[in-house]
């Protein structure tokens, strides 16, 4: 798999701290003038001036309209999109064209993914897609770290919290990582087909456990942190979650959280989102979001249930942590 990434500075917690460098500049112009000294070999060369370094993330570039309008395209035109259905690859595309226009470039990661029951009804067996969205040139070894959203919905229900919210903060933070750099390396993720097919990790998390199949050992050994955004668009305060007590990558996202004015409440032992299938692996993840909702793999769970300020709480959170 093709390896590019973002200069920018990211921090989860148990990551690493040191900032990345940014591109080497063109090497200067070379004299290469011999012979007499008193025989000119032409005009003196310009030196290539050095880049002007891109300024540092800061949760303050945000535009949380980004997010908003994901939502309203995503659960209000587009609605249900179970991971092998021709909606989930029109979302798919309509993603995708989102990264591109902020300057991602991105890789489509095909998986299957059997039939099975999705909460609200039977779901055939098919195709589904990754997109993995990726920034700047790659530096095999260094630490990364990596952002991720599923875009797939049970049946019947539009998705705007679940996981329309996500998909939105996503996009926000690609959008505002175009033209800044973050302290480490950046992949960005939506996920397809994370919804389940029948009980248990067997048949729940399709796309992110072929994404963690498809790590090279080094590519896991350089991850620092990996954050799935799942409802994230309802509630006061900002679940912080993880299978397992507080930890190095939750306390970073706390930490974060506090730096861009936003109050947290730490939901330990979660597991019911893409970060599972990296903590399984043993490569260190957290979620964000979680709050109880009406409209929970309903029908009802539209644009309006989403809220604008729990969107903003999270893309700040995210901010100022890879920042």
């Known amino acids: 798999m093709r390896w590019a990434w973002v200069v920018m500075v990211v921090a989860l917690s148990g990551c690493t701290s040191q900032a990345e460098p940014e591109a080497e500049p063109s090497p200067a112009d070379r004299s290469t003038?011999?012979?007499?000294?008193?025989?000119?070999?032409?005009?003196?060369?310009t030196p290539t001036p050095t880049p002007t370094p891109r300024p540092r993330v800061t949760p303050d570039d945000l535009d949380v309209s980004t997010a908003l309008r994901a939502v309203r395209h995503l659960a209000g035109e587009i609605g249900p999109r179970p991971g092998t259905t021709p909606a989930y690859f029109r979302a798919a595309a309509w993603v995708e064209r989102r990264f591109t226009e902020s300057g991602w470039r991105v890789e489509r990661q095909r998986f299957p993914t059997p039939a099975g029951y999705s909460w609200n009804g039977p779901v055939e067996a098919g195709p589904s897609v990754n997109l993995i969205a990726t920034h700047g040139t790659p530096r095999p070894g260094r630490p990364w770290l990596l952002v991720g959203a599923h875009l797939d919905t049970v049946v019947d229900a539009p998705g705007a919290e679940d996981n329309g919210s996500g998909v939105g903060v996503l996009l926000a933070v690609a959008e505002a990582l175009q033209d800044t750099r973050s302290r480490l390396p950046v992949v960005l993720v939506a996920f397809g087909s994370e919804e389940p097919r029948g009980e248990g990790d067997a048949h729940h998390h399709y796309g992110s456990r072929a994404y963690v199949a498809s790590l090279t050992a080094q590519q896991r050994r350089s991850l620092a942190g990996m954050v799935s955004l799942d409802r994230v668009g309802v509630g006061e305060v900002l679940p912080v979650g993880s299978?397992?007590?507080p930890n190095a990558l939750t306390d970073e996202l706390v930490a974060a959280a506090r730096r861009a004015g936003v109050e947290t409440v730490l939901d330990p032992f979660q597991t019911s989102s893409d970060h599972w299938s990296f903590v399984r692996a043993g490569l260190p993840g957290a979620r964000l979001g979680s709050t109880s909702y009406a409209a929970y793999h309903d029908r009802t769970d539209t644009p309006e249930v989403v809220q604008r300020a729990q969107l903003e709480r999270t893309a700040r959170t995210v901010l100022a942590w890879l920042g």
């Open 33 to 45: 003038a011999t012979g007499s000294p008193s025989r000119s070999s032409g005009p003196s060369p």
């Open 243 to 245: 299978p397992a007590e």
